[in-house]
């Protein structure tokens, strides 16, 4: 079945830093992939998605491309700020009846001051 | 435009009780899906429903159910609770199965 996996965390930034998570995923077909982000007690929001190779997904100065040939997803950002603060989860959406997501296991990050 | 909203906040149940969550989707949107996220893991997609039918399942049991309301409103019932339900529950709306995916902000379960 489909699977995402994800860097594990967690991950300890200074801040201004260069931000790296990666991501990879099995999937049958072409899946849209998706970055959530979720702030300590809230639920998920979603941060960018792509839905085709070779698309870039950006927002709030975080970016991901759509990678087929190797699978990947990964989210870049090129200075955290200590907002930046919370948990990332790479997800994926496949071709089924039911449009479920699937998502890794989460990466949390945090940012030094 | 009001977001998916979800209640209870906590909840505390007792093993082998039953546990009714319930969630309203975001104004528009007719089709809810809710996922489980133990803590420190990822979400897990339960089952979806699509204009009150059920859309899909994930790996859970049947006492895991649910229900769709005219109003695109659901709810998520558990029978028989167990330790291992103890969770986040989210739902997430959306407009048709395959539109991106609002999310509430969960209900905290714990089963003692």
């Known amino acids: 079945g489909d699977s995402v996996t994800q860097m594990e965390g967690p991950v300890t930034l200074s801040e201004e830093a260069f931000l790296t998570i990666n991501c990879t995923y099995t999937?049958?077909?072409?899946?849209?992939l998706f970055w959530y982000v979720q702030y300590p007690g809230e639920g998920l929001q979603l941060l960018l998605k792509a839905t085709k190779a070779d698309d870039k997904g950006s927002n709030k100065g975080f970016e991901a491309t759509y990678r087929k040939e190797t699978t990947s997803f990964h989210l870049e950002k090129g200075s955290v700020q200590v907002s930046d603060s919370a948990v990332y989860f790479c997800a994926l959406m496949g071709q089924g009846v039911a449009q479920k997501l699937v998502f890794g296991q989460g990466t949390r990050l945090t940012i030094n001051p | 435009e009001t977001g998916v909203t979800q209640s209870p906040t906590h909840l505390i149940k007792t093993r082998g009780q039953q546990v009714t969550l319930r969630c309203s989707s975001q104004s528009g949107h007719n089709t809810v899906s809710w996922y489980q996220q133990a803590l420190g893991q990822g979400p897990q997609f339960i089952f979806q429903?699509?204009?009150?039918?059920?859309?899909g399942r994930g790996n859970f049991p049947p006492r895991f159910s649910g229900l769709q309301f005219p109003n695109y409103s659901s709810e998520l019932n558990v029978n028989a609770l167990e330790l291992d339900d103890s969770a986040l529950y989210l739902c997430a709306s959306s407009l048709g199965g395959g539109g991106e995916q609002y999310f509430g902000p969960g209900t905290r379960l714990t089963v003692t």
């Open positions: 429903y699509y204009r009150e039918e059920e859309n």
């Open positions: 999937a049958t077909g072409y899946p849209s």
